[in-house]
């Protein structure tokens, strides 16, 4: 688990503007206590903060953005100068200057060429040459932004996918039997944990210093700090606690220490837990 003086430091190292070369790399070599995954799942967050309170002014701007690339000036400037991530600010451009909607403009990101069959509102201003230049930009955007670009979305799946995969194998390796949320989801259960446990199981909390009843687990392929476990608590985890009763989390690539004592019933850890740090209770008492 990280400090939170440590964390301090690094949310200063990695805070550069959007569009900004990050050097992950010379970060790690700073902290090499600190896994690359991290550093990229919490730079991540901070971006999507970010993101999240400045889109409204961003796009109350956009006319002025565009009219800055229009008139030659490079989009990942553009981006820096203003602090907006690269993917987000193609997304507006594409999105005003084709007037198309959302998933057209995924699919815009996803295959530049895209951009050639949609309608164009005003020939005057996207010229063969301007289109030809946002094809150009758009791979510029995708392959600069690590956060907000259909390869960096992929990634996170990928990710999840494969830290839940990771999960039932340690599961299964211990001869825990469970349910997926596949599993509950074929069952008609709603809003389910990645495993709910057929028969609870004690893990040994090593923060607190006790064995506490585990009956489901959550992996989570991400860095857990205040924000993100008090959302997660609020959105899922409560949920999970008055349904399957008390349970954890796992946050792949980390998390700040303490951040367990948000919710008695919700232990979280960093990794699956050591085998000797987990007891099979009898079924009888359930």
Known sequence: MLSRETYAELLSALSVPSGSFVDLKAIERKFPEIKLETLISIYSSESQIKVIKSN????????????RYLAGEDILQICASVDFPPCMMMRRFLEHLFKVNKQLVGDMLKDPTVLYKATVVDSDILTA??????????????????????????????????HEMLLEKSLT????????????????????????LKVPISVFDPSEGVWKIVSWIDSKATFGDDRIHAKQMEDQ??????????GLVIYWFGCLTGLGRANANVMVLDSFPDSSAVLALPRKIF
Not at 237 to 246: A, D, E, I, K, Q
Request: positive net charge.
């Open 173 to 196: 390796s211990l001869g825990v039997s469970f349910w997926t949320e596949a599993d509950l989801r074929a069952q008609g259960f709603f809003k389910t944990p990645d495993i709910w």
């Open 237 to 246: 985890y409560n949920t999970y606690v008055n349904r399957y009763g008390s």
């Open 56 to 67: 409204h002014i961003h796009r109350g701007n956009l006319h002025e953005y565009c009219s």
């Open 129 to 162: 040459t301007i289109k030809e230049r946002l094809r150009h930009d758009i791979m510029r955007c995708v392959r600069s932004d690590p956060c907000y670009s259909p390869l960096s979305d992929l990634a996170k799946q990928a990710a999840g996918l494969e």
